[in-house]
């Protein structure tokens, strides 16, 4: 039997970087909505004790180097599960966007997984096993508009409008250890100093808020951000900002039409996706299909 879920993507509206750790991590602070663009994973048991990982367009790893992958060993090794799996994705969120394509793959695998396998897990122990994968998978194990700290394992709610977001990829993947390679913390602040507001009324709120210190070697790296966002503005986004490390830059329009609209003068600037913002369907945030 095959198993099909939704793995969705994010957008960062604030990311301020606050401190460097001796780890090599960043200590951040950010706030982020779960979008309807989604990678399709398609699950199913196998006979023998291996992890499969295989992909449409045969770009992912298939080994350790896949979050998927280190979800699935993560779980067997945990629970002692001796139990064969495959795991298909359809991959539509780009490598190297900064949409946490990655991190959303592992913790619906991890999810998924957890149900198949009937494993009596409950949120902590989920999130301790994520945050071992990678910084953003506490993200997506809690499936809703958040508000980010830490290295992104500390996870508060926050209250959004249904925003409509027209999202651009320049065909142009960025490494987010490049970004971050590049910048300079000027100042460091105590993450508890930057006061976020909790609940967000409209469209024009959630816009002013937009703020993204990756942006700035995000733009160096792959000027046409700049561009893209220039062209979102004359096309009547009410904000815009690049979405994590880059290189995908978001618009906020006040409904899917504005969206539509702004798109069809954008379509030489790369791969565009219209979304909107999605809660979770799940008890540790599931999408199903």
């Known amino acids: 039997m095959t198993h099909t879920v939704l793995s969705p993507a994010k957008v960062n509206l604030f990311l301020k970087v606050v401190s460097k750790r001796p780890d090599g991590y960043h200590n951040i602070v950010s706030i982020v909505d779960i979008i309807s ?14 992890i499969i990982i295989e992909d449409d367009k045969d770009i992912l790893p298939k080994d350790a180097a896949n979050t998927m992958y280190r979800a699935a060993v993560a779980l067997k090794e945990r629970f002692k599960i001796n139990r064969g799996v495959r795991v298909f994705v359809e991959k539509n969120i780009p490598i190297g966007s900064g949409l946490g ?54 996870i508060s709610p926050v209250e959004l409008p249904s925003l409509w977001y ?15 390679e590049g910048l300079k913390i000027v100042l460091t602040k105590k993450q508890n100093d930057i006061k976020l507001v909790a609940k967000f009324s409209g469209t024009r709120e959630v816009s002013a808020i937009l703020e993204n210190d990756l942006e700035r070697i995000g733009i160096l790296l792959c000027p046409i951000i700049k561009t893209i ?6 096309s009547g986004a009410s904000g815009t900002l690049m979405s994590g490390s880059g ?20 379509t030489n600037m790369g791969k565009i996706f219209i979304a909107r913002s999605v809660k979770s369907g799940g008890s540790h945030g599931g999408y199903g299909c």
């Open 229 to 234: 966002k220039d062209r979102l503005i004359e």
């Open 247 to 266: 290189s995908s830059v978001f618009g906020i329009f006040e409904n899917e039409e504005g969206a539509k609209q702004a798109s069809a003068s954008l």
């Open 101 to 154: 394509g990655p991190s959303s793959n592992a913790a619906t695998v991890l999810k998924e997984l957890a149900r198949i396998w009937k494993i009596k897990i409950n949120e902590a122990e989920l999130n301790d096993i994520g945050k071992g994968i990678g910084a953003d998978v506490p993200l997506f194990l809690y499936g809703n508009a958040c508000i980010m700290r830490g290295i992104g394992n500390k």
């Open 166 to 180: 027209l999202i651009i990829y320049p065909n142009i993947s960025i490494s987010t250890r490049r970004v971050y």
């Open 37 to 50: 663009v989604f990678d399709v994973i398609h699950i199913e048991e196998i006979p023998d004790d291996v």
